[in-house]
């Protein structure tokens, strides 16, 4: 439908840790399927360059950038060369996240403040650079991806993770207000349980859930969700697009939940 045609829109953290589809890289190939060019960033350099090679090979237009972006100067460089590929930024997809196990107990100050770079500090820093671009345009669409831990108790024990991630959501709506003005759209989504490669590689979780085998923690978490099974990458994706998009054009500061009914159980 080329829904976000004559767009740039910035992807970080558009690669996958692992094969198959994780958040970022499903949304980078939607955007570009969708018209977009995409400037897609990653702390991992080969994995920003696989999604930009499926993106061509699909005909799309795509530029990798490695960033670390929990660092002012790699997202101010990721700024500047977006700018300079593209000439201007649409779109900006804060996709950055990993989860630490542990308590407020158990979790190292260590631990706490690389989760809190990584998660939260990362969408700030971008936000920070990307927002004056888009002032001077005339507006744009911020999508910054949240989790339901950030609104719920998921049964895991990962405070970092769901503290960042609730911070997000007020700094999501506090900027969605302060920016309206200048016609920048700023939205959060909530994704739940998740089959993504990150999860599938958090030693962590598959702890949590299964004493390690990962198997049986897919089946955990299926047997949670109200709709019977986990969600995916794409669906993540499809909402970032909505967000993206001249359809959700009168939509801001919300946070839109993606987690197959999960959130409305007591248990």
């Given at each position: ?6 767009k ?5 953290g ?8 994780g958040n970022?890289?499903?949304t980078a190939?939607?955007f ?17 360059e696989e ?9 799309g237009?795509?530029?990798a950038?490695?960033?670390d972006?929990s ?14 590929a593209?000439?201007r930024?649409d779109?900006?997809?804060?996709n ?10 158990e979790?190292?100050e260590?631990?706490?403040?690389r ?20 002032a ?6 911020i999508?910054?991806?949240?989790s339901i831990?950030s609104?719920?108790?998921t049964?895991?024990s ?23 003005p200048?016609?920048i759209?700023v ?8 089959k993504t490669?990150?999860v ?16 049986a ?6 047997a949670?969700?109200?709709?019977g099974h986990?969600?995916?990458?794409w ?10 998009s001249e359809?959700s ?6 946070e839109?939940?993606?987690?197959g ?7």
């Amino acid at each position: 439908m080329q829904r976000l045609k004559g767009k740039t829109a910035i992807v970080v953290g558009a690669g996958s840790i692992g094969p198959g589809w994780g958040n970022g890289k499903a949304t980078a190939v939607t955007f570009a399927r969708e018209g977009a060019q995409v400037f897609c960033v990653d702390r991992n350099g080969e994995a920003a360059e696989e999604t930009v090679r499926i993106i061509a090979s699909e005909g799309g237009n795509a530029t990798a950038f490695t960033s670390d972006a929990s660092r002012a100067g790699d997202v101010e460089a990721m700024v500047a060369a977006c700018m300079k590929a593209h000439g201007r930024i649409d779109v900006l997809d804060n996709n950055v996240g990993i989860a630490e196990m542990g308590s407020v107990v158990e979790v190292s100050e260590a631990d706490w403040d690389r989760v809190f770079a990584v998660n939260l500090k990362s969408a700030f820093l971008a936000m920070k650079h990307v927002i004056p671009v888009m002032a001077r345009q005339g507006g744009g669409s911020i999508i910054n991806i949240s989790s339901i831990a950030s609104i719920r108790h998921t049964g895991v024990s990962y405070v970092t993770y769901a503290a960042t991630k609730a911070a997000m959501n007020q700094m999501t709506r506090t900027t969605a207000v302060e920016f309206a003005p200048k016609h920048i759209r700023v939205n959060a989504i909530l994704p739940g349980l998740m089959k993504t490669p990150m999860v599938e590689h958090s030693a962590g979780l598959a702890a949590s859930y299964a004493a390690g085998n990962v198997e049986a923690m897919w089946r955990a978490r299926d047997a949670q969700v109200p709709m019977g099974h986990m969600g995916d990458a794409w669906d993540v994706a499809n909402a970032a697009l909505f967000l993206a998009s001249e359809e959700s054009k009168y939509i801001t500061g919300i946070e839109l939940v993606v987690d197959g009914g999960i959130t409305l159980k007591v248990s």
